[in-house]
């Protein structure tokens, strides 16, 4: 079965600063996607980045990077030159062909920035 | 364009109340989704139409009924609920439902029964 495990329930990071947040995940298949959502106090789940099983380069969107490790099975999402307005919750997802149209998400990172 | 719509954005209803929530797409989209998240947890997959077609059923208890009118609206119909089923629902749509395609999200509707 599908797993995604977020591990940090929580992270700070000073304003302009880089923060990653760590996402581990479990499949027996192949083929899979991999999404960041940021979910702000206002509830809208905002897509963020994808990375595909058989992309070979790590996903770049902006200010956002996914550090993909196949062999990890990890897919850690870099933010660099945090603002403000990244305070939010973080979910990693996944959706595989076993799973076939269910995304399953982590318990996600709340992540705080400081001025 | 990625926006997804929903109404209302708060819904206040009592147990015996009958009321709907709707979800809009003009992404072309043919899959949507509904999702239902509880305070401090992720979402959780309720309903998958694909095509117009009713592909996933997550269990979800008959208070609940989703309705597909056409490739661009998702409702879903609320009857008879408890107070437990209060929580912010998510619709979502992706160009299809295989498993690279991404899912964009609504803004939801915060949901409280009384």
Redesign the interface.
């Known amino acids: 079965a599908q797993k995604i495990t977020q591990t940090q329930p929580g992270m700070f990071v000073q304003e302009k600063e880089a923060v990653t947040l760590d996402c581990t995940y479990d499949t027996s ?1 192949q ?3 991999l ?1 960041w ?1 940021k979910q702000p106090s ?6 963020l980045i ?1 990375q ?1 099983s058989y992309d070979e380069q790590n996903a770049t969107e902006g200010r956002y990077s996914l550090n993909f490790q196949k062999a990890r099975k990890s897919a850690n999402l870099v933010i660099s030159a945090s603002q403000l307005g990244d305070s939010a919750m973080y ?1 990693c997802a996944m ?3 076993t ?5 399953v ?4 990172t709340r992540l705080l920035v400081s001025p | 364009d990625t926006e997804v719509t929903q109404t209302p954005k708060h819904l206040v209803m009592g147990m015996t109340n009958k009321k709907s929530l709707k979800c809009e797409q003009h992404m072309g989209h043919r899959a949507m989704y509904w999702y239902k998240q509880k305070a401090k947890k992720p979402p959780e997959l309720m309903f998958v139409y694909s095509y117009e077609k009713l592909s996933i059923n997550e269990s979800v208890p008959s208070r609940f009924s989703p309705e597909c009118p056409n490739s661009s609206l998702l409702n879903l119909h609320l009857h008879a609920l408890q107070p437990e089923d209060s929580a912010l629902y998510l619709c979502a749509s992706s160009q299809t439902s295989g498993s690279t395609d991404t899912q964009y999200f609504g803004p939801g509707t915060r949901l409280t029964v009384l």
């Open positions: 298949d083929s899979y996607g999404f959502y206002s509830g809208e789940m905002i897509f994808y595909g979910f959706r595989d062909i799973g076939f149209q269910k995304l998400f982590g318990t996600g």
